[in-house]
């Protein structure tokens, strides 16, 4: 893999030698344009760092003499001579002629003539104040030696919003680094305490950072951290800026994170003393980025309708990428004070995302109103004039910066979104909750409480705590536990007083569930509800234009202690509401590289289908002008369907091969988190991987990457042992994990194998016994299969990385949804091996066509062992069973319209022994996951390549149906999912 971006580098840096050499030609005529120094600089820093990381150290060290060089011209140190022309263009050769030579295995050294005539130009202007390179050295951490005031440069870093409280001697040192050539820049971490949960400790990246770098300075608001006592182990306090300066490029720092996401960078770039604007910004980047921003707040205000209507939370996060983006984008040309105002309401919408700020009419305001202030501060660019004074609502906007991101109303808690449960888990949790609520209005309705009451809303509050911690919905859980806490209080101490508190606590536990269920009452309809005011004294107050809560309560209809309560309860709705699962109906943009080799055949097979157009066009000519042959033309005409035929056909295939893409892709991100789970556990494991090349379909590798994430954290940390207990039991310290990918007839096989403990059958059939599932024996063949169901863990604990079976039923509810199949295998103390079996494409399939009690079918050809005509005299009875042979082997037989129609009682085989008549029957051996089986048909019909579209709403309960399609004359034709069909034989 390593040499594959070797390889990408080779022809990247082909390509910015080229570029580096135009650029300095052009200087030749123009030796005063910083546009063009800055750009070959850029060329030569690019190639060096790259170098670096492939570890070609001749080409990095010479390249980093000439970008001295260039460094020095960039500074104004010195100007550009012929003499120093001829020296830049031969030390761009002499780099093209070392890559060259790496490429083909060899490998070149630096030229020190070269080297020593670089330094000759500008070692009498710098009074060699910089070394060798001029590039001074300083050790990691350190700041790095101010230098004389004659090496200072002509601009100077742009600092903006807290980076002002910068020590001095922090950013002289990063000052000094800048002049030298370093990539200067500021880094926002954006782990999450759910990320530190998961493994992913922002300690590594902070590590590997530090020692790449030549100045490094990180800020942290160590008063976040709070007491002891109320320390968190897996939450994530600290959330440091860092500053660096070193000589890797933006995208090399990014690599150092297993997440680049989670990095935002932004580089601190140089800027002339008297200009506003940064210095090594082209118009050309200026002119992108305002036709960049215009048409990022064009996309921003459609998703701020879509949030105020829905509160879609794809939209908030529309709106947080596009703010986000701007903010990168504007500090990187310079327009600093945009980027502080944009970081403030990057700030409010991330409270918004995590749930501890609710939504309300006056947040949609403010978010409307600071895309206005982009836009007015973006046309002010692009119309040549300064930028527009922040406005007022930037203070307003501050305050979110300052306060806890991680801080929320009533506890702590954000809600979990429940869209990330799977559709039949969310329904049955949400019916849950709902019969809780009604429990709990019910009981509150007669006061005080009778013991009987109490019981069972207590009963009802575990179930609550049991259910939403199943599904890691934190914020009715709380609410849930707070209550319950009140309620073991009271009925320990008897206390009756403490009855108003714990109706308070139901009160917003039931506030909450109401969110969940529908929009969030309005302010008027809450007091209502809780006999706070009548219904005549809402219309009075809505008369006149004031807040209806200071209305009513300048009135002395409410008092202030009743207004709170109910803009609490609210509040807590409106955090319901944004749990709920997203509305349809959100446009989502995406995007995938092709191959250019398969657009250029399809480009190809469409041109032939022109002139296919084009043939017809003239032969239905010659027809109407009449006067040709009839025959020859009818002739023609049929070889040209033909070719229209094939054309289409092709023009087919090409669609899906533009769709495929290697599975390399989803593989590659594992060895990460394979990494990181071993260093975190102290375990040794290696991550091998077989069959990348495969392609597979881009939707279905979107579907498949979250479920081969929790498979292979399951197999990290349950599967493989530590290496002292890997000894134990006679195994190598290192435990082997293998991914492996590999085509079987139009399906792909993703086999997870590990050389662990395996699955203890005893533990397993011990839970699923105490949780009430059917099992007959630890040796059950399906015994295996339960793992699959949600929350049977045979897990001693859960871990902060996984638990086996804990969302494997995600799992495997997402490979079925791909018409796919999931099995496990497992040995004690030897390992474990997890295959899936999913669909290349989706959407286009072969079939064949059947009849059956009059009706047609189409069974995926896949499926299909051989279709065979069987004397009935061969088939025999079997117990409940028709059997016959079949090349060796015993079968069994069932009709395919009893299979569909659910009815087993045995009519068909009772009819058919009784009525049987010599002749043939028609019988399709199909193959499943369970084994052959023979299904008797009326008639055999044409194979074909169909478009398959999925069920209709009508038939989705129906999983025997994997979707419908529609045949020449109009009909709609079900396609038959055999591995279902068949499951109970």
């Known amino acids: 893999m390593i040499e594959q971006y070797k390889q990408e580098f080779f022809q990247e840096a082909r390509e910015l030698l080229e570029s580096a050499a135009d650029g300095v030609l052009k200087l030749e005529a123009d030796p005063d344009n910083s546009d063009l120094i800055n750009s070959v600089f850029r060329a030569i820093h690019t190639i060096k760092g790259s170098a670096g990381t492939f570890e070609l150290d001749a080409v990095s060290g010479f390249t980093h003499h ?380 007669t006061l005080p409480m009778g013991p009987s009451s109490l019981n069972a809303i207590g009963r009802s509050l575990d179930g609550i705590i049991r259910a939403s911690g199943v599904v890691g919905h934190g914020a009715l859980q709380a609410l849930a536990q707070q209550a319950r806490t009140v309620l073991q209080q009271n009925t320990k101490t008897g206390n009756s007083q403490g009855d108003a508190e714990f109706k308070s606590c139901l009160e917003k536990l039931i506030a909450y569930i109401v969110g969940l269920e529908a929009e969030p009452k309005r302010l008027g309809e809450i007091l209502i509800e809780d006999g706070k005011i009548a219904e005549k004294d809402l219309e009075d107050a809505l008369s006149r234009q004031k807040p209806i809560g200071q209305m009513l309560l300048d009135e002395g209809k409410i008092t202030e202690a009743d207004l709170t309560v109910a803009l609490e309860k609210q509040e807590l709705m409106e955090m319901g509401r944004q749990a709920r699962p997203e509305e349809p109906g959100d446009a989502t943009i995406r995007t995938m590289r092709v191959d250019e080799r398969k657009i250029e055949k399809f480009s190809n097979t469409v041109g032939e289908m022109l002139i296919a157009r084009n043939t017809y066009a003239y032969l239905i000519g010659q027809l109407e002008q009449g006067g040709c042959d009839i025959r020859g033309t009818v002739k023609a005409l049929k070889d040209n369907l033909h070719l229209f035929s094939r054309l289409s056909n092709d023009i087919h295939h090409g669609v899906i091969e533009l769709r495929m893409i290697p599975i390399r892709g989803i593989f590659q991100k594992f060895t990460r988190v394979v990494r990181d789970i071993s260093r975190k556990q102290r375990k040794m494991i290696e991550l091998m991987t077989d069959g990348e090349d495969i392609e597979i379909d881009k939707k279905v590798a979107d579907v498949l990457s979250d479920p081969l994430v929790h498979l292979i954290r399951n197999a990290c940390d349950h599967g493989i042992e530590t290496p002292i207990e890997r000894k134990k039991a006679n195994k190598a310290e290192k435990g082997a994990l293998l991914l492996r990918a590999s085509r079987e007839g139009s399906n792909i096989m993703i086999r997870i194998i590990d050389d662990g403990r395996g699955v203890n059958r005893q533990r397993l059939f011990e839970k699923a016994r105490d949780s009430g599932i059917p099992v007959t024996s630890v040796d059950a063949p399906g015994l295996l299969d339960l793992i699959f169901m949600p929350g049977l863990s045979t897990a001693a604990e859960i871990t902060d990385v996984s638990g086996r079976g804990v969302g494997m039923d995600v799992v495997k509810t997402t490979v079925e949804s791909l018409g796919g199949t999931a099995r496990v295998m497992s040995d004690p103390g030897k390992g474990t091996e997890i295959t899936l079996s999913i669909p290349t494409a989706m959407g286009i399939d072969t079939v064949l066509f059947v009849e059956a009690a009059g009706r047609s079918y189409a069974i995926p050809i896949n499926y299909i062992v051989e279709t065979v005509k069987i004397p009935t005299e061969r088939f025999r009875r079997a117990g409940s069973h028709v059997i016959f042979h079949y090349r060796g082997e015993v079968l069994t037989a069932q009709y395919l319209e009893e299979l569909l129609n659910g009815d087993l009682r045995g009519n068909w085989r009772n009819h058919f022994f009784a009525a049987r008549s010599p002749g043939d029957v028609p019988v399709v051996i199909l193959k499943t996951t369970r084994g052959k089986h023979g299904v008797v048909i009326d008639r055999l019909d044409k194979n074909m390549e169909i478009a398959i579209k999925p069920a209709p709403d009508v038939l989705s309960e129906l999983d025997i149906i994997s979707g419908v399609s529609i045949t020449g004359d109009g009909r709609v034709l079900l396609v038959l999912n055999p591995e279902r069909m068949l499951q109970h034989y």
Do not use: W
């Open 66 to 445: 000439l970008e001295g060089l260039m460094n020095a011209l960039r500074d104004q140190q010195i100007h550009l001579t012929p003499d120093m022309t001829d020296a830049i263009l031969a030390g761009i050769d002499h780099i093209g002629r070392m890559i060259a030579a790496h490429e083909t295995g060899e490998e070149i050294a630096g030229d020190a003539a070269l080297e020593t005539h670089f330094r000759s130009f500008f070692d009498e202007s710098t009074d060699d104040k910089t070394g060798s390179g001029g590039v001074p050295s300083a050790s990691c951490g350190q700041s790095v030696p101010a230098s004389s005031e004659s090496a200072t440069p002509a601009g100077r870093l742009v600092f903006s919003g807290s980076d002002h409280d910068l020590p001095a001697s922090v950013t002289d040192a990063l000052e000094q680094a800048a002049a030298q050539g370093q990539t200067v820049c500021r880094i926002d971490l954006l782990y999450t305490s759910e990320l530190l949960e998961n493994g992913y400790d922002p300690c590594i990246f902070l590590r590997n950072l530090k020692d790449a770098v030549m100045v490094y300075h990180a800020v942290t608001d160590a008063e976040s951290v709070p007491a002891l006592n109320d320390f968190e182990p897996l939450s994530l306090y600290l959330k440091p800026t860092v500053y660096v300066a070193t000589g890797l490029s933006l995208q090399e720092i990014k690599n150092l994170c297993f997440d680049e996401s989670l990095l935002d960078i932004c580089e601190l770039t140089r800027e002339s003393v008297t200009s506003s604007t940064n210095f090594c910004v082209t118009p050309e980047a200026i002119q992108e980025f305002i036709e960049g921003a215009t048409e990022m707040i064009e996309s921003a205000e459609q998703a701020v309708m879509i949030y105020e209507t829905r509160g879609s939370p794809d939209a908030l996060k529309e709106i947080f990428r596009i703010v986000h983006n701007i903010k990168g984008d504007s500090d990187f040309v310079g327009f600093s004070d945009l980027s502080a105002f944009c970081h403030a309401v990057e700030s409010m919408l991330e409270k918004l995302r995590k749930g501890s700020l609710a939504r309300s009419s006056d947040i949609v305001d403010n978010i409307l109103k600071s895309i206005d202030y982009i836009r007015q501060c973006v046309c002010a660019l692009a119309n040549g004039q300064p930028p527009p004074t922040l406005p007022l609502l930037y203070s307003a906007l501050k305050r979110y910066e300052t306060a806890n991101a991680d801080t929320c109303p009533d506890g702590g808690f954000h809600p979990t979104l429940l869209p990330e449960l799977p559709e039949n888990m969310r329904d049955v949790y949400t019916e849950q909750i709902r019969q809780y609520r009604k429990i709990f209005v019910t009981a509150m309705k």
